[in-house]
C-alpha cells in the first residue's frame, strides 16, 4: 500500500540553525509533494509544493527538495526561530483520487 | 485560498450519543474531504464530500457510522453516530484548491471526547 513516513521522533535545534525533516515515501510514484504545519489544536497549514520533475523549490527561509532515485522529499528551515516550533506534515496526492494522503508528521522544537 | 469555518471546535460528548460537525466555505469548491486524526497519529481520510450524491467512504469508514452531507457547493456536515470512547480524535474538513498547484485548506478542527 502507498506509505508516506516521516521520522516521528521530535527535533530539537537552536535558533539560527537549520531545521532539515525527511519524508520518505513507498509503493507509489507521487505526481507531487507539499508540506504543511499544524499547530496544537489547528487545522494543517498550507506550506509549499514541489512536483515530481522539479528538484527544488524555495520559499523565503523554506526550501523543499525531491529526489525520485531515493523517493524522499527534505524540508529545511534556515535561520530557525522559536515561532518556528510546530508539528511539520508531509502529503502528497494518493492514487485514488484528489484528496491527500499524510505522513505522521515530525514536532520541531527550535529553542532560544 | 478559500476560508473555512468550522463549528463546534471542540466537544466532550457522552457515548452513545452523536455528533454533528459543520464545516462553511466562502466559496464554492468541489471537491471537500473529511479527516480524522487521532492523538500522535497522522490524517486519516474519512470520506470524500460529493455535491449531488452520496460521499465516497474509505476503507474501514461506513456511512451508517460517519453519515456525510453536501447539500451545496459551500457547506457540509459530518455526524459521528453511536459514539464510543475509541471516536475521541480530532475531525477536520478540508477543500483542494481551485488550482492544484496550491495546498488545500483546512478548518481549524472539533476536537472530541467521549465520555
Known amino acids: 500500500s502507498q506509505k508516506i513516513e516521516q521520522n516521528s521522533e521530535a527535533l530539537n535545534i537552536q535558533e539560527g540553525k537549520t531545521a532539515t525533516l525527511t519524508c520518505n515515501y513507498t509503493n507509489y510514484s507521487p505526481a507531487y509533494l507539499q508540506w504543511y504545519r499544524q499547530d496544537p489544536g489547528r487545522g494543517p497549514v498550507f506550506l509549499l509544493l514541489i512536483r515530481e520533475n522539479e528538484k527544488e523549490k524555495r520559499k523565503e527561509r523554506l526550501k523543499v527538495t525531491f529526489d525520485t532515485t531515493l523517493k524522499q522529499s527534505l524540508f529545511h528551515i534556515t535561520a530557525s526561530q522559536p515561532a518556528d516550533s510546530a508539528t511539520y506534515l508531509c502529503?502528497?496526492?494518493?492514487?485514488?483520487?484528489?484528496?491527500?494522503?499524510f505522513g505522521k508528521g515530525t514536532s520541531l522544537l527550535v529553542t532560544p | 485560498s478559500a476560508v473555512i469555518s468550522q463549528k463546534p471546535s471542540r466537544d466532550i460528548c457522552q457515548r452513545g450519543t452523536s455528533l454533528t460537525i459543520q464545516c462553511q466555505v466562502d466559496s464554492q469548491v468541489t471537491m471537500m474531504f473529511w479527516y480524522r486524526q487521532q492523538p500522535g497519529q497522522s490524517l486519516t481520510l474519512i470520506a470524500t464530500?460529493?455535491?449531488?450524491?452520496?460521499?465516497?467512504?474509505e476503507s474501514g469508514f461506513v456511512i451508517d457510522k460517519f453519515p456525510i452531507s453536501r447539500p451545496n457547493l459551500t457547506f457540509s456536515t459530518l455526524t459521528v453516530s453511536n459514539m464510543s470512547p475509541e471516536d475521541s480524535s480530532i475531525y477536520l474538513c478540508?477543500?483542494?484548491?481551485?488550482?492544484?498547484?496550491?495546498?488545500?485548506?483546512f478548518g481549524s478542527g472539533t476536537r472530541l471526547t467521549v465520555v
Open positions: 478540508s477543500v483542494s484548491p481551485v488550482d492544484r498547484v496550491d495546498g488545500y485548506t
Open positions: 464530500a460529493n455535491q449531488g450524491s452520496e460521499a465516497t467512504y
Open positions: 502529503a502528497s496526492n494518493s492514487n485514488s483520487g484528489y484528496a491527500l494522503n
